[in-house]
């Protein structure tokens, strides 16, 4: 599965004032032995979170932030470290060479921010499905996509 990469770590995380803000509010609430949030501190870090994943069975995918409880790493949280985009390709108007194109301009006006990796959501009906591979989009697996209004 696509994940972060060593490199990415170095990078400064353009969430880094809601992500203080967040830690703030949170340090008021872990108290005791509650779990806490805490930013992921750099690539060793982050090759052990590897390893305490694989081992629970999970898989990391652009770790911003670490869960720790009583000194140890019990999981991860990304806060918008990757970008994803959703759209609608009208299905008689757009041919494949369109829709090639389209998902080229897309993924080109993410590369200058610097993002190494970007998600979409494909509907297991949709004619991408069967080739999205072929654009470069590996499988992430099976989930629930679960929208809150706040």
């Not at 872990?30 to 982050?46: D, F, H, I, K, W």
């Not at 652009?62 to 609608?88: D, H, M």
């Amino acid at each position: 599965m696509p994940g972060m990469t060593e490199d990415m770590t170095d990078k400064p995380n353009r969430t880094d004032a809601l992500m203080a803000a967040l830690l703030s509010a949170a340090a008021g609430a872990s108290m005791g032995n509650l779990a806490r949030l805490r930013p992921l501190s750099g690539v060793e870090e982050y090759k052990a979170l590897k390893e305490l994943a694989s081992a629970d069975d999970h898989a990391v995918l652009a770790p911003t932030l670490v869960i720790e409880k009583c000194g140890e790493i019990v999981g991860y949280v990304s806060l918008n470290a990757v970008p994803w985009w959703t759209g609608w390709f009208h299905s008689t108007k757009l041919y494949a060479r369109d829709t090639i194109h389209l998902v080229n301009d897309v993924e080109n006006l993410l590369r200058p921010a610097g993002h190494k990796l970007v998600v979409t959501l494909v509907a297991p009906e949709s004619p991408f499905r069967p080739v999205m591979e072929k654009f470069g989009y590996a499988p992430a697996g099976e989930a629930m996509i679960g929208l809150k209004q706040l």
